[in-house]
């Protein structure tokens, strides 16, 4: 899909006439009085809530953006694997795929050893290893992956929509939510300018049950509750410009690592359309103290900078669509919520905090928006489980507690691999290569992993399921659907609705036979007091409203027959009363595509994996594992009234 090529236009790039392409978007009138959650900052973390809560009718979302309205252009642009299988829950993969440029090799250049002020391709390598996802690391646009969740919140039950040209000016959280005491449910009040010319200077005031600041690095939220980005500077400045340009540099359509010998280092990022590519160019090294706004950098400046490290080659660029400089920083808070470590066992949190406004790096690993998107995703499941009354709140402290672990580990990497490509301190490009390609699965979101807690099982049974670990995301693979025979991928059953996921792998005997694993299992779930799929499934709702269960086969689908199956796993649903015939899958048995073998399944006794709303596995137990199942859920699940 080529775009771009007569000049950057934002926007969908399908649409022929550019003025069509940008589809108006903002609420108008002023922000209601009460929410029960309100965001501020449609930045990606802020915009992953918010598509996942639209989802939920009867919770009341607000998101509040400073700016006159959507982004349009530059700031982040690499798109993980794991974010790809984030996007397929929240139901627009596809759309990504089309349309972004997919990363597929990784190549390396060094200065040449004849002539050292020239530069020389060094290795390649395979950009994500095989298997690692059914999902390639892509590369689009920041503000088209907006545009994506605007769809999304538009689309959704609730038709949500942002307000924009709003400035947050404080935010007060009643003395009482602090003591412990319960003070009615909108504990938290917030202060908005308005900045539309229609408005300026009005003052709006909402109260909230929750507040998520998801408002930039400067966060307003942020400082509201204490708390402070902890970090230091590496005194490296890098500049990063989208350009269109006539190059005769041979990689220019690959990712590329460029060190060269005495002007720095710069990394090509092709990116969507087949003409436009982004560059990020190592300037020179700040002094103690200073900031790079002092240095007055133009984009005549970053070209130059690139076209002294590009030698041999040439570089005429044409436009430059957008373009800025920033200085290598790392910086963490150590919570992302506003309750001290010391009052966690008193107090229940109000207000987080996620993406930027909790943590900074440098854009060069591409992992910034794909970890904010994550604490998006990983705090929306949970607000939305509480305020439905199906989780205890204390599950809110499990937010900081999971992402706060995880953002430290993207601190320590981003801190390595900036100073690796920082030629002025020194360089082995074998080195560069050989960290990129050992690091390949954080690179692509794979590698984080959640610590034991109530959401995240011990691994007594891990041996059951080698390769689905508890603790980090479900690794999908391919299966048949047994209905209908369609090849599907298990992983994408976990959309982004709030729902528990059982996946239940059958033992080596007949599934069909009045004494196997999965009918008792079914049998266990579907009638007994204490199974958690009746316990806390709100009566009058579908009975995988709350914990959908399916299963998976060892046999051929031809082997069996869906009549004879559980009458679990063909439940009556909806008003009609309809059969769901989705629950039941086999294992593909040619092309290498057996799910058991794939995933360590132990074939003999089966097991079940249960998998959280964020698509991480939670824990892995045996088909009979009925106890542990049972206190699993308790550990944080509420019965419905």
């Given at each position: 899909?080529?775009?771009?090529?007569?000049?950057?236009?934002?926007?969908?790039?399908?649409?022929?006439?550019?003025?069509?392409?940008?589809?108006?978007?903002?609420?108008?009138?002023?922000?209601?009085?009460?929410?029960?959650?309100?965001?501020?900052?449609?930045?990606?973390?802020?915009?992953?809530?918010?598509?996942?809560?639209?989802?939920?009718?009867?919770?009341?979302?607000?998101?509040?953006?400073?700016?006159?309205?959507?982004?349009?252009?530059?700031?982040?642009?690499?798109?993980?694997?794991?974010?790809?299988?984030?996007?397929?829950?929240?139901g627009f993969s596809e759309r990504v795929l089309k349309e972004a440029c997919w990363i597929n090799e990784t190549t390396f250049w060094k200065p040449d050893a004849a002539q050292p002020d020239n530069i020389v391709r060094s290795g390649r390598v395979q950009d994500t290893e095989d298997g690692l996802s059914e999902f390639p690391h892509v590369v689009l646009n920041q503000a088209r992956v907006h545009d994506f969740y605007l769809d999304v919140m538009r689309k959704s039950p609730s038709r949500l929509e942002p307000y924009y040209a709003r400035r947050l000016l404080d935010l007060q959280i009643?003395?009482?939510?602090?003591?412990?005491?319960?003070?009615?449910?909108?504990?938290?009040?917030?202060?908005?300018?308005?900045?539309?010319?229609?408005?300026?200077?009005?003052?709006?005031?909402?109260?909230?049950?929750?507040?998520?600041?998801?408002?930039?690095?400067?966060?307003?939220?942020?400082?509201?509750?204490?708390?402070?980005?902890?970090?230091?500077?590496?005194?490296?400045?890098?500049?990063?410009?989208?350009?269109?340009?006539?190059?005769?540099?041979?990689?220019?359509?690959?990712?590329?690592?460029?060190?060269?010998?005495?002007?720095?280092?710069?990394?090509?990022?092709?990116?969507?359309?087949?003409?436009?590519?982004?560059?990020?160019?190592?300037?020179?090294?700040?002094?103690?103290?200073?900031?790079?706004?002092?240095?007055?950098?133009?984009?005549?400046?970053?070209?130059?900078?690139?076209?002294?490290?590009?030698?041999?080659?040439?570089?005429?660029?044409?436009?430059?669509?957008?373009?800025?400089?920033?200085?290598?920083?790392?910086?963490?808070?150590?919570?992302?919520?506003?309750?001290?470590?010391?009052?966690?066992?008193?107090?229940?949190?109000?207000?987080?905090?996620?993406?930027?406004?909790?943590?900074?790096?440098?854009?060069?690993?591409?992992?910034?928006?794909?970890?904010?998107?994550?604490?998006?995703?990983?705090?929306?499941?949970?607000?939305?489980?509480?305020?439905?009354?199906?989780?205890?709140?204390?599950?809110?402290?499990?937010?900081?507690?999971?992402?706060?672990?995880?953002?430290?580990?993207?601190?320590?990497?981003?801190?390595?691999?900036?100073?690796?490509?920082?030629?002025?301190?020194?360089?082995?490009?074998?080195?560069?290569?050989?960290?990129?390609?050992?690091?390949?699965?954080?690179?692509?979101?794979?590698?984080?992993?959640?610590?034991?807690?109530?959401?995240?099982?011990?691994?007594?049974?891990?041996?059951?399921?080698?390769?689905?670990?508890?603790?980090?995301?479900?690794?999908?693979?391919?299966?048949?659907?047994?209905?209908?025979?369609?090849?599907?991928?298990?992983?994408?059953?976990?959309?982004?609705?709030?729902?528990?996921?059982?996946f239940a792998f059958t033992g080596a005997e007949d599934p069909a036979a009045p004494n196997s694993g999965i009918r008792a299992l079914c049998d266990f779930l579907g009638e007994a007091q204490d199974s958690p799929v009746r316990k806390y499934t709100p009566d009058g709702e579908d009975i995988d409203s709350v914990i959908d269960v399916r299963a998976v086969f060892q046999q051929h689908h031809h082997a069996l027959a869906i009549e004879a199956m559980p009458s679990f796993l063909l439940p009556g649903k909806g008003r009609y009363g309809l059969r769901d015939y989705e629950k039941m899958f086999?294992?593909?048995?040619?092309?290498?595509?057996?799910?058991?073998?794939?995933?360590?399944?132990?074939?003999?006794?089966?097991?079940?994996?249960?998998?959280?709303?964020?698509?991480?596995?939670?824990?892995?137990?045996?088909?009979?594992?009925?106890?542990?199942?049972?206190?699993?859920?308790?550990?944080?699940?509420?019965?419905?009234?």
């Amino acid at each position: 899909m080529q775009f771009h090529l007569n000049g950057f236009e934002p926007g969908d790039p399908e649409i022929q006439d550019p003025a069509q392409r940008v589809v108006a978007s903002g609420s108008a009138g002023a922000i209601p009085a009460e929410v029960d959650i309100l965001i501020v900052g449609c930045g990606p973390a802020g915009l992953t809530l918010a598509a996942q809560l639209s989802a939920f009718p009867d919770i009341k979302t607000c998101i509040v953006e400073q700016k006159p309205g959507p982004l349009l252009r530059g700031q982040a642009d690499g798109v993980a694997c794991r974010t790809m299988e984030m996007f397929e829950a929240y139901g627009f993969s596809e759309r990504v795929l089309k349309e972004a440029c997919w990363i597929n090799e990784t190549t390396f250049w060094k200065p040449d050893a004849a002539q050292p002020d020239n530069i020389v391709r060094s290795g390649r390598v395979q950009d994500t290893e095989d298997g690692l996802s059914e999902f390639p690391h892509v590369v689009l646009n920041q503000a088209r992956v907006h545009d994506f969740y605007l769809d999304v919140m538009r689309k959704s039950p609730s038709r949500l929509e942002p307000y924009y040209a709003r400035r947050l000016l404080d935010l007060q959280i009643d003395p009482a939510a602090t003591s412990g005491d319960d003070a009615g449910p909108h504990q938290v009040t917030a202060r908005f300018e308005r900045l539309d010319s229609a408005h300026e200077g009005q003052i709006e005031t909402i109260k909230a049950r929750y507040v998520v600041g998801c408002d930039g690095a400067r966060s307003t939220v942020r400082a509201s509750i204490g708390r402070t980005l902890r970090g230091d500077s590496a005194n490296h400045a890098w500049g990063v410009m989208d350009v269109l340009a006539v190059t005769d540099f041979p990689d220019v359509r690959f990712k590329s690592l460029i060190q060269s010998a005495n002007h720095g280092s710069i990394i090509i990022i092709p990116r969507e359309g087949g003409y436009l590519f982004r560059l990020y160019i190592e300037l020179d090294k700040l002094d103690a103290g200073e900031r790079i706004s002092n240095r007055n950098i133009t984009a005549d400046d970053l070209i130059a900078a690139a076209r002294r490290i590009f030698k041999p080659y040439s570089l005429d660029v044409k436009e430059v669509p957008w373009w800025s400089v920033y200085e290598i920083g790392q910086r963490l808070c150590d919570k992302f919520d506003d309750v001290p470590e010391a009052d966690v066992a008193k107090r229940l949190p109000r207000v987080f905090i996620a993406g930027d406004a909790c943590h900074t790096h440098s854009p060069k690993a591409g992992q910034g928006m794909n970890v904010s998107m994550q604490d998006g995703f990983n705090l929306g499941w949970k607000l939305a489980a509480v305020l439905r009354k199906r989780c205890a709140p204390s599950l809110l402290h499990s937010y900081s507690a999971e992402r706060q672990a995880i953002a430290k580990e993207l601190i320590d990497f981003d801190r390595e691999w900036a100073a690796l490509l920082a030629s002025s301190e020194g360089f082995d490009p074998a080195e560069t290569q050989g960290y990129f390609v050992s690091h390949g699965r954080y690179t692509a979101g794979t590698a984080a992993r959640y610590r034991p807690s109530i959401l995240t099982g011990e691994p007594t049974h891990q041996h059951l399921a080698k390769g689905l670990t508890i603790g980090m995301r479900f690794h999908s693979a391919p299966v048949i659907r047994v209905a209908d025979a369609k090849p599907v991928h298990l992983g994408h059953a976990v959309r982004a609705d709030g729902r528990w996921r059982i996946f239940a792998f059958t033992g080596a005997e007949d599934p069909a036979a009045p004494n196997s694993g999965i009918r008792a299992l079914c049998d266990f779930l579907g009638e007994a007091q204490d199974s958690p799929v009746r316990k806390y499934t709100p009566d009058g709702e579908d009975i995988d409203s709350v914990i959908d269960v399916r299963a998976v086969f060892q046999q051929h689908h031809h082997a069996l027959a869906i009549e004879a199956m559980p009458s679990f796993l063909l439940p009556g649903k909806g008003r009609y009363g309809l059969r769901d015939y989705e629950k039941m899958f086999c294992a593909g048995l040619t092309g290498g595509n057996d799910i058991f073998t794939m995933r360590g399944i132990d074939r003999e006794r089966g097991c079940m994996v249960v998998v959280r709303p964020d698509q991480y596995v939670a824990h892995v137990l045996p088909l009979d594992g009925y106890g542990p199942l049972t206190t699993f859920f308790d550990g944080f699940m509420t019965q419905p009234d």
